[in-house]
């Protein structure tokens, strides 16, 4: 069994990319769904480390994988922002299957169905996770939304694209954030754009 495999089975939930639902609804400047391979978020949180206090966003979190992936290995909270309907729907069945084998962990789950940009940043975020969510012009709204957070309630946040794209890179250097970690993701040999940026702002 692979390791995709293992940590569905595990976890209990099923995110891999057999299921994606036909006739997907999103609008255009929406991407279409697709998960982080958990080798790629292995290496990512062997660098970005966090706590039960902690709280990881995940933008376009589609059914859950990141979420789930993070509370089970960290304990902490974590909230899921999917528009899709019918997404958010197989990201809801995939969180009761989850909370049968982890029972006590289902009050640190958040999941909405509702825009990125409709999401208000909430003082206890403390991790961003964003894998080609949407379009630049909506990026740019959240990050500045991000940054206003840090400065009415100081802290440090990480925030983490996973395979960023030429937009999201231009977009990312038009704020203050500062670059932590390049990860070269499991396919980085076959595709060079294979990799993952690690930013941080605040104190």
């Known amino acids: ?63 859950g994988r990141v979420l789930f992936f993070c509370n089970q290995r960290f304990l902490c909270k974590v909230k899921g922002i999917e528009y899709d309907k019918k997404i958010y729907e197989q990201l809801l069945d995939n969180a009761e299957f989850y909370h049968v084998r ?9 999941l909405l169905n ?43 946040v990480n925030v983490i694209f996973y395979y960023c794209t030429y937009d999201m890179m231009s977009a990312i250097r038009e704020y203050p954030f500062k670059l932590e970690h390049v990860v070269k993701l499991p396919d980085y040999r076959l595709d060079p754009d294979e990799k993952a940026y690690v930013y941080s702002v605040g104190i």
């Open 114 to 156: 509702m825009k990125a940009e409709d999401y208000e940043i909430a003082p206890e975020d403390t991790c961003f996770y964003f894998f080609n969510p949407f379009s630049k012009a909506i990026l740019c709204d959240v990050l500045e939304r991000i940054l206003r957070s840090v400065e009415e309630n100081p802290r440090r």
């Open 1 to 63: 069994m692979d390791k995709e495999a293992q940590y569905e089975q595990f976890l209990g939930i099923k995110t891999n990319e057999e299921t994606i639902i036909p006739g997907n609804t999103r609008k255009l400047k929406y991407s279409l769904y697709e998960a982080s391979e958990y080798e790629g978020l292995e290496q990512i949180f062997d660098l970005v480390q966090l706590g039960p206090e902690d709280t990881i966003v995940d933008f376009g979190c589609g059914m």
């Open 102 to 110: 982890f029972r006590e962990q289902r009050e640190k789950f958040s």
